[in-house]
Nanobody, 125 residues
Framework: VQLQASGGGSVQAGDSLRISCAAS????????VGWFRQAPGNEREFVSA?????????YYAGSVKGRFTIFGDNAKTTTYLQMNSLKPEDTAVYSC??????????????????WGQGTLVTVSS
């Protein structure tokens, strides 16, 4: 499966933004789709994941829980990350990828593959 992330941009603190991850070649059935982000000088960190193979259960990093929502379309070809109440510390390149790792492994970017080109989100204060 090939992935393409899009929808990033520059916003003000407190604004909302929705980024998307589109699949080509196949659907997300039986995959977990994860969003990770990487700010300059920082390591890639887990943001959120949705396990299509487990009824669409969702998982979030503590830093975004309550502000971000991950969901997929009915066709399971696009996954979205709705980001509300954005903060300057959310500034990063956001990337999506897939995994078939068990639940314990979905937080580790090393378990993911088919990384799409990231999309830059910049939040100014």
């Amino acid at each position: 499966v090939q992935l393409q992330a899009s929808g990033g941009g520059s916003v003000q603190a407190g604004d909302s933004l929705r980024i998307s991850c589109a699949a080509s070649g196949r659907t997300f059935n039986q995959y977990t789709v994860g969003w990770f982000r990487q700010a300059p000088g920082n390591e890639r960190e887990f943001v959120s994941a949705i396990r299509f193979g487990s009824g669409g259960r969702t998982y979030y990093a503590g830093s975004v829980k309550g502000r971000f929502t991950i969901f997929g379309d009915n066709a399971k070809t696009t996954t979205y990350l709705q980001m509300n109440s954005l903060k300057p510390e959310d500034t990063a390149v956001y990337s999506c990828a897939v995994t078939r790792a068990p639940l314990s492994g979905i937080y580790d970017h090393n378990n993911y593959y088919s990384w799409g080109q990231g999309t830059l989100v910049t939040v100014s204060s």
